[in-house]
């Protein structure tokens, strides 16, 4: 069944940029909507991006304007480019699916990637 890889992750100064990856394998990633959530510790997971299969975007509210979201289906993969970082962004990005993705939100996940640790501080 499907499997995801997260790659991506690292330390960061306030204002940065980082990229994330996920690669998919064992099915294609433009059969499922895909992503990613993030966990900091002692708070809720968060819905961060994602892409449905039909090219819908979510963008959390905290992110919107800052980060993007693409998939290139001919390599089986999935980004996040994340720019003007924040303190605020550090956490473990998981690249997932979900169930639903659109505008006004997302579903829940089904698959995720093992994580990538995001830190932002000078």
């Known amino acids: 069944q499907l499997e995801l890889v997260d790659s991506g992750g690292g330390l960061v100064q306030p204002g940065g940029s980082l990229r994330l990856s996920c690669e998919a394998s064992?099915?294609?990633?433009?059969?499922?909507?895909i992503g990613w959530f993030r966990q900091a510790p002692g708070k809720e997971r968060e819905a961060v991006s994602c892409?449905?299969?039909?090219?819908?975007?979510y963008y959390a509210l905290s992110v919107k304007g800052r980060f993007t979201i693409s998939r290139d289906n001919s390599k089986n993969t999935f980004s996040l480019q994340m720019n003007s970082l924040k303190p605020a962004d550090t956490a473990i990005y998981y690249c997932?699916?979900?169930?639903?993705?659109?505008?006004?939100?997302?579903?829940?996940?089904?698959?995720w990637g093992q994580g990538t640790q995001v830190t932002v501080s000078s």
């Open positions: 997932a699916t979900f169930r639903w993705c659109h505008n006004r939100g997302t579903g829940s996940n089904d698959y």
């Open positions: 892409i449905s299969i039909g090219g819908d975007t």
């Open positions: 064992g099915s294609r990633v433009d059969y499922y909507n």
